[in-house]
């Protein structure tokens, strides 16, 4: 099914207005082709998804709202479920709070900011945007609907 027929379905079956639109979709893919992310989402077990200020620049995209819809997808683009954003914050990676980095899925907070700061590193090469310390990540705390 595609990500429209996906939304429509959803649309009808929640009761919204059919003009309510979703703001984007959103595979929480690893690099290495795993998704433990989807996984952790569909369980309940992810409620933020993180992504530095820079990165939103370049989509050249308005954060979103609360009460704003995404579709979770798989790798293959397959929609798997809905979300609502309940909220948004921003940190820089050493002032990120533990609590938000559990329920972006991180298990331990210093391997979480290893990993990010070296994601970070990855995405600011092929952006092509100077990395800073005082960079933001946006922290996009949602639930599954």
């Not at 990165?55 to 979300?83: N, Q």
């Amino acid at each position: 099914m595609d990500i429209d027929e996906y939304w429509s379905g959803f649309v009808k079956k929640e009761g919204l207005h059919k003009s309510t639109p979703y703001f984007m979709a959103v595979c929480f893919d690893e690099s290495d082709g795993s998704q433990p992310m989807l996984r952790m989402t569909l369980e309940g077990r992810k409620t933020v998804w993180c992504v530095s200020s820079e990165y939103w620049k370049w989509l050249e995209e308005d954060l979103p709202e609360p009460g704003d819809f995404f579709i979770v997808t798989d790798r293959e683009s397959e929609p798997m479920c809905v979300c609502e954003v309940s909220g948004i914050s921003a940190y820089t990676l050493d002032q990120a709070p533990e609590s938000l980095i559990l329920a972006d899925g991180g298990e331990i907070a210093g391997i979480w900011r290893e990993m990010m700061g070296k994601k970070l590193k990855d995405e600011a090469k092929r952006l092509r945007y100077e990395l800073k310390d005082d960079m933001l990540l946006v922290f996009i705390s949602f639930e599954k609907c």
